[in-house]
């Protein structure tokens, strides 16, 4: 590692805005931790896999490396910097990439514990050799660190650095999950600054749900920070300032205010019905990811649950949750909210939600690896476990059940066999069953495709286009460096959409969109007009949504989708709706709570805040 700076200088850096609002605070970072090899033996199938994976893995620490080079370069000196050109070396040495690759072709050891094999011995060689070599032994230390903490990294493996004081703080980090954003107690983490990540990756919806501010994708901030610095972080704008100095302090606390009273503002829509001005009503739901929150979903206005993602529930405990512990918090959910649809989706685990219970083994692409509804077809176990509970609290009230990741019929009829085979065992020990609407989700290319079977065999669909888009567009949506390539406009992701709601309503079932597309100002009225008959966001959301839905008229909205379907490409699509509906979103002043595209950018940014600023001043 490079000497940090100790010198408090002001420094700004640009990420994505993940996560509305303001906070001036101190940081604690967020490090890896003592790394543990885990040892397994894998299947003669998966050598290719694992060998793809480590190669990955050193690319991976070989940019991470060449970044410190550069920083220390620029920080430090050109001397200081040359170390880790000599890691680079190493890095390239067929000595250590053959032998890697071979011990994990031919003994079949997993990456992690194969690439820790053959560096324990060429350590032990420099170690015990004289002069230049066995100094040269604590730079084949730190490589063997920083590769086995790529190779083997999860969540766990990362905790503060320093214990967060009374106030709270703003986390800085490389990397933070969901699993150890929801372990914090209320009140202790002010807002997240991270290096990676993205708008729709998960730990960014959680804390949107939790109000927590937060820019995603900074780079390398945590490289140039230390814990206790000071710092401000503007979720909405995505810009953080390290060490700021008074000027930005002044102007951030008015920029505070200027939130606090739009929130309160903004409660005057709570009890308003979110229609057109030409009579359409669009049902707005609310995305919650702890049960907690159900009772909270009310006073934002919303209609029901969209979108409850029970994998939530599974984060953060030693064992999987029991039959009768889930049956309780769905219960609680349902009944509160009874007679309100509560919809709950099937274990969601895997991609950026790994349950360490359960995908023990690392996978070199989890979004489409062993996850969500193939997991629960797998370990029935826990399948059956859920499906039971969430079949107890059917009879609370207005329970829907939704099965994600839905790519074949063949998975459709399997789930819900399931669940028919465990109203009949609870029927059998006696229970009375409320039978309850089942659905899926579409958000994964193959299930639009064959949406028509999909549509006759289920009661209503929810589009997932947080994941709708990363499929169809190829673009990972939690790597902030192709944030521009995931794209909600991309003509094929807007005809998906209406291919969906042509089945849905031929079927005359109805169509949800619970991506976090259907916050966005634009993409409402897009949806709205492409014939989307709910929504379903985060509950701050909805009262903003309420506003814009309030002021179109719904001809008008289907008038435009349809002239946009006929567009072959996102950057017209993009001109055009802005063309006809920036300027009725300016005037109803929205832009605190809903994350828009348009302003994830540096520039766009920064005019923003210093326009905001020039507002409040005049
Ligand atoms: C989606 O993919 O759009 C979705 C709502 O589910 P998640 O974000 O949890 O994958
Ligand atoms: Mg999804």
Redesign the pocket.
Known sequence: MPPKQETNQRKMFIGQAASPGYVIAKTKLIVRQKVVVSQYKISREGTASQIDFFRKGIMQVKREISNLRDITLQAVSKKDSEIFDSHLMILQDPLLIDGVISLIRDERWNAGYAFHLKMQSLIENFENSEGILKERAQDLKDIYNRTLLCLNSSESDFALQEEIEEGGAVLTGFSIGPNMLMNFDKGKVLGLAIDSGSV?S?VS?LARSMQIPAVMGLGNLSESIKSNDLLILDGTNGIVIVNPDENDINKYKKQIEVFQNQKLELFTMRDLEPITMDGKYIRLNA?IERYEEASEITSFGASGVG?Y?S?FLYFGRNALPTRKEQADAYSKVVNQLDPLPVTI?TL?AG?D?MLSLVNAEVESNPFMGWRSIRLCLDRKDIFRTQMKALIEAGSRGNLKIMF?MISSIGELEKAKEIYEECCAELRAEGLSITKVELGA?I?IPSAVIIIEEIAKRVDFL?????????FTLAVD?SNGKIASLYEPHHPAVLRSIKLVVEAAHKEGIPVS?????AADPLSTLLLVGLGVDEL?MSSWCIMECKKIIRSVNYDEARAISTEVLGFSDAGSINSFLKKKYSQKIKNLGISSFIIAQDFTTSDRALIKIDDEIQRIGS
């Not at 969109?513 to 597309?517: F, L, P, Q």
């Open positions: 729709t998960h919806i995305n979108l993602r994998e989706r969601d991609g939600k994600p989700m958000e929810s589009i997932g286009t947080n994941d709708l888009i990363q949506r969109v619970c991506g976090e597309m379903s």
